[in-house]
């Protein structure tokens, strides 16, 4: 039977005992019913694991028994950040979910010429990351990773382009050439793959990332929505770096 994964920010040595918040207690004791003495996984999504078993629930807060620790677990992870122009709260939700599934290392939302919602009230932007961060948290338990993927906060275009980052490309329709396997030397390469909004990139932000080492890559034959140009970004690089 699969043994179910849940998060803890604090994973201890081996015989401890860590209690887990209100949200994963819920998990377990409402969602999935989860009995005493059954085992279950911990991970802190920085790349560290460990077997545990449920121990007696008088409440509604579980506590779990570390039973032995697998650190440095850092399952799937690729060198590859995406930034994404910010969209609207379905279309930014599914492509956060996936993107950590396919093994994201960072997501950077960037606030385009064309975004929509702007995110210029600071308030409402840690709001917005929170959230994204839940979801990726979400999605690191189920896909079986050790290791979340980091959300940076919203940050402007300006501000995106003089980033740190690796071998650089846009998502673009003007080109016919996608990636190519003989450009990167080795599996640890570090990658970004810039994706405009809906609506995609100016035409200044065009010509600004090409200005800043940002080489145009088609990402298919058709035209597609923000949020799929994004997964299909990752998901070509996935399989090239795993090569």
């Not at 999935?32 to 077997?51: C, M, P, Q, T």
């Not at 939700?93 to 606030?111: H, T």
Request: glycine share 6%; with cysteine; charged share 30%.
């Amino acid at each position: 039977m699969e043994v179910k994964r849940f998060f803890s920010e604090i994973i201890t040595r081996a015989g401890s005992i860590v209690r887990l918040d209100a949200v994963q207690s819920r998990h377990i004791l409402k969602v999935l019913r989860i009995k005493s003495g059954e085992e279950v996984e911990l991970f802190d999504g920085k790349g560290n694991a460990a077997r545990a078993s449920v121990m007696n629930v008088p409440g509604n807060i579980v506590n779990v028994r570390v039973m032995d620790i697998e650190t440095g677990k850092f399952k799937g992870v690729l060198e590859i950040d995406i930034a994404l122009g910010v969209l609207k709260e379905k279309a930014m939700n599914v492509a956060i979910q996936k993107l950590s599934e396919l093994g994201v290392k960072r997501f950077i939302p960037i606030m385009c010429d064309f975004s929509v919602p702007v995110l210029n009230n600071p308030e409402a932007a840690q709001k917005k990351r929170a959230r994204w961060g839940r979801i990726s948290l979400e999605s690191t338990k189920q896909c079986g990773r050790a290791n979340s993927m980091e959300i940076l906060p919203p940050v402007k275009f300006k501000e995106f382009l003089k980033m740190d980052s690796g071998k650089k490309f846009f998502g673009s329709m003007d080109v016919p050439e996608s990636f190519k396997r003989d450009i990167f030397k080795d599996n640890n390469e570090k990658v970004i793959c810039a994706v405009g909004p809906e609506g995609g990139f100016s035409e200044k932000e065009d010509e600004e990332l090409k200005v800043n080492h940002f080489t145009p890559v088609s990402l298919g034959l058709y035209r597609l929505r923000a949020e799929t140009a994004a997964i299909t970004a990752a998901a070509i690089l996935s399989s090239l770096l795993r090569k």
